[in-house]
């Protein structure tokens, strides 16, 4: 969630959803291992040509990477791509996962801000917890990147989804789905920067659509996508007759896929979730999948690209304070259709995920897919 969002996944080129919707067819613990694998091909570096820039001209670079959660198969494959990024820069890569515990994350920031850093990319959060942190790194003279985390401070940059394009590809296919004046359910949670924006889009499209929603809830959790399937079932049992459920986060979709599921209601509610993931392209297409529809980046291109970023700032070269990474918008009609199992096969099927062209340069071996 795109997610001051925590795990977006809630996370989000050349590419605007606009053009893409054509695509649908029918449709820390402490780590610095970069090589471990979440079931996708690791991504090989195409060659640097240029001569490196200081500080990477003189040898490893300490970047510490603090994040909100790691937990579910997008954020792992974030977190691949960021891992296999640095190691081709040279980047000495410190890890730290709070595990969605927000306190222990604003500690993990602390010890990253007196690690020796040179910089420090927050992966989700909520700003109440980590904006002191924040600007203690930046008056220390660390180079600060965030993901989608809202923050103010003068000096920071800031990388995203593009959350509220990405909810409204998704919507679009909903409305032509489930139709106007249609009863719905929504699984949200306020107060991560990514799903409050797909948030805002929900709103205008329930206005538009004249929708009425029959319920509300959901919750992140270190196993969000289980913790909700008690919460939409319930919602389910009252409001059985919804023709659709938005799920504006994979795990939130996942925990509702499996709630519908569990009521026997697969054939008469359709799920629609965002971001995209090995996992997910499972759940989508797996026989009888109440799930219909995404969008999203590539995980693991948006963790290389982040770092890329973050490399660019080190060495004075980004001359920009954001960088916005664009969505597309994937059915189940057109994964089935294509036979896609997979993010490498989808990467192939969908060009337009590649992030090769984002935040580069000479000097830098690229990963992105």
């Given at each position: 969630m795109s997610r001051s969002?925590?795990?977006?996944?809630?996370?989000?080129?050349?590419?605007?959803?606009?053009?893409?919707?054509?695509?649908?067819?029918?449709?820390?613990?402490q780590s610095t291992d970069a090589s471990k694998g979440t079931g996708d091909?690791?991504?090989?570096?195409?060659?640097?040509?240029?001569?490196?820039?200081?500080?990477?001209?003189?040898?490893?670079?300490?970047?510490?990477?603090?994040?909100?959660s790691g937990?579910?198969?997008?954020?792992?494959?974030?977190?691949?791509?960021?891992?296999?990024?640095?190691?081709?820069?040279?980047?000495?890569l410190t890890v730290y996962d709070a595990q969605a515990d927000n306190a222990k994350q604003a500690t993990d920031l602390s010890s990253a801000i007196n690690s020796g850093a040179k910089a420090i990319i927050i992966d989700h959060g909520f700003p109440a917890t980590i904006q002191p942190e924040i600007d203690k790194a930046v008056k220390k003279g660390i180079k600060v990147v965030v993901y989608d985390v809202e923050t103010d401070t003068k000096g920071v940059v800031s990388t995203k989804q593009d959350d509220a394009s990405?909810?409204?590809?998704?919507?679009?296919?909903?409305?032509?789905?489930v139709g106007k004046d249609a009863k719905v359910g929504y699984v949200n949670v306020a107060g991560y920067a990514a799903l409050d924006k797909r948030d805002t889009v929900w709103k205008s499209t329930v206005e538009a659509q004249g929708w009425k929603q029959a319920f509300k809830v959901g919750k992140v959790t270190d196993s969000t996508a289980t913790d909700n399937v008690p919460l939409v079932s319930a919602a389910l049992t009252q409001n059985s007759d919804v023709a659709g459920v938005f799920a504006p986060y994979d795990e939130l979709a996942k925990g509702a896929v499996l709630a519908v599921q569990n009521k026997k209601l697969q054939d008469k509610v359709k799920v629609f979730g965002a971001d995209v993931s090995n996992a997910d392209i499972q759940a989508i297409t797996a026989e009888g999948s109440p799930w219909v529809a995404t969008a999203g980046t590539d995980p693991s291109a948006v963790g290389a690209a982040v770092v890329r970023t973050t490399a660019l700032e080190?060495?004075?070269?980004?001359?920009?304070?954001?960088?916005?990474?664009?969505?597309?918008?994937?059915?189940?009609?057109?994964?089935?259709?294509?036979k896609i199992e997979n993010m490498d096969q989808l990467r192939k099927a969908l060009p337009a995920l590649n992030?090769?062209?984002?935040?580069?340069?000479?000097?830098?071996?690229?990963?992105?897919?």
């Open positions: 969002s925590r795990r977006t996944r809630l996370p989000l080129a050349a590419l605007s959803l606009a053009s893409a919707s054509a695509l649908l067819l029918s449709a820390c613990s091909t690791a991504a090989k570096a195409s060659a640097a040509t240029g001569d490196k820039p200081a500080p990477f001209s003189d040898g490893a670079v300490k970047v510490a990477l603090v994040r909100q937990a579910g198969d997008y954020f792992e494959q974030w977190g691949n791509g960021a891992k296999a990024q640095a190691k081709a820069l040279g980047i000495d990405m909810a409204q590809a998704v919507l679009d296919v909903m409305a032509k789905e080190l060495a004075g070269q980004l001359n920009k304070t954001s960088v916005e990474f664009p969505a597309v918008a994937i059915t189940q009609d057109f994964l089935r259709e294509k992030l090769s062209q984002v935040s580069t340069a000479d000097w830098i071996s690229n990963v992105a897919h």
